[in-house]
Nanobody, 128 residues
Framework: QLQLVESGGGSVHAGGTLRLSCAAS????????IAWFRRAPGKEREGIVC???????????IYADSVKGRFTISRDNTGTTVFLQINNLKPEDTAVYFC??????????????????WGQGTQVTVSS
């Protein structure tokens, strides 16, 4: 079974930058659509971005309006890790961030049940 491990979270001041990582154990991530979700205090888990499988002829990358322009998802060249670059962090970005994978090569709707594998989450805290 695919194992996902997030890292890179931490406590930063508003305006700062973080790069989160989602690393797979034992399998390449190239054939999965990969998403990042976040759960802010007192809120439901929110899908913020998904990128389709590498070389997929359909689909692409989709960002939620709340993060578009500040967050960037990417894959490393080896296919083992997916990154989430976060620029100009805001206090409202404070949340636990999760990566998730689906066997579907094209990004599905950002619903928890559409994803087969989840990491444990990494905490991001942004102070004003």
């Amino acid at each position: 079974q695919l194992q996902l491990v997030e890292s890179g979270g931490g406590s930063v001041h508003a305006g700062g930058t973080l790069r989160l990582s989602c690393a797979a154990s034992g399998l390449t991530l190239d054939y999965y659509a990969i998403a990042w979700f976040r759960r802010a205090p007192g809120k439901e888990r929110e899908g913020i971005v998904c990128t389709s499988a590498r070389h997929s002829s359909e689909g692409g990358t989709i960002y939620a309006d709340s993060v578009k322009g500040r967050f960037t998802i990417s894959r490393d060249n080896t296919g083992t890790t997916v990154f989430l670059q976060i620029n100009n962090l805001k206090p409202e970005d404070t949340a636990v961030y999760f990566c998730a994978a689906t066997h579907w090569p094209v990004c599905p709707e950002a619903i928890d049940s559409h994803y087969d594998y989840w990491g444990q989450g990494t905490q991001v805290t942004v102070s004003s």
